[in-house]
């Protein structure tokens, strides 16, 4: 059920505005384009976004919190891009903390546990509360009637989990890392699964 106490962290809609604004931010500017006309038309680098984003440094700075339903309003923003996914999972792998490589020697023993318990401390420091659990030995996180479901009954933001996993996962080991967004309530499963790969 979506909270009115405020519980998410402010970095999440902070690195979701951002991940925005680098996405939009043209590559290259043709001689005869008059930015004054087309720049305005990219959602990004529109006045509204970039005051938001110097609103939300701000209140990040400050340790802030914001609602659910504040969270639900910027997914609904992004779902009306044709890239919104990609957009989730690069924010959600920007929020992962920080890895480090693992000796060689313990990644075998090491690398599962360490990455879940970092997965699982990521999502509660983020969004304020346990976002499902482990199942089994390895590395796959279950959760049902979820907040992201809650906020996104179409199962894009469910790319922000995959990213979070991905990037969490991936700077402890060598090997290539994959997140593989098994099953989802919005494809009607009873549950949402990622499986980590590679691990």
């Known amino acids: 059920m979506i909270s009115d106490s405020n519980r998410i962290s402010t970095s999440v809609a902070l690195v979701l505005l951002e991940t925005i604004r680098e996405t939009d931010q043209p590559t290259e500017v043709l001689k005869e384009e008059d930015t004054s006309v087309t720049m305005p038309r990219r959602l990004g680098l529109s006045q509204v976004v970039l005051d938001r984003i110097d609103g939300y440094q701000k209140e990040t700075k400050r340790g802030r919190k914001i609602a659910d339903v504040e969270f639900k309003d910027l997914v609904g923003l992004v779902n009306k891009r044709p890239d919104a996914v990609q957009i989730f999972l690069e924010c959600g792998q920007r929020l992962a903390p920080n890895s480090f490589l693992l000796p060689k020697v313990l990644s075998g023993l090491l690398v599962a546990p360490l990455a879940r318990r970092r997965i699982y401390r ?5 969004f304020g509360r346990r976002i499902g659990g482990f199942a089994g030995p390895g590395l796959t996180l279950e959760c049902r009637s979820h907040l992201f479901m809650e906020v996104d ?3 894009s933001a469910c790319s922000m989990v995959s990213g979070i996993c991905l990037e969490s996962a991936r700077g402890l080991v060598t090997s290539s890392v994959e997140v593989k967004h ?4 919005s494809r009607g499963d009873a549950f949402c699964r990622w499986d980590v790969q590679g691990i």
């Open 182 to 185: 098994v099953a989802c309530e």
């Open 153 to 155: 009954p179409g199962g």
């Open 122 to 126: 990521c999502l509660i420091k983020l």
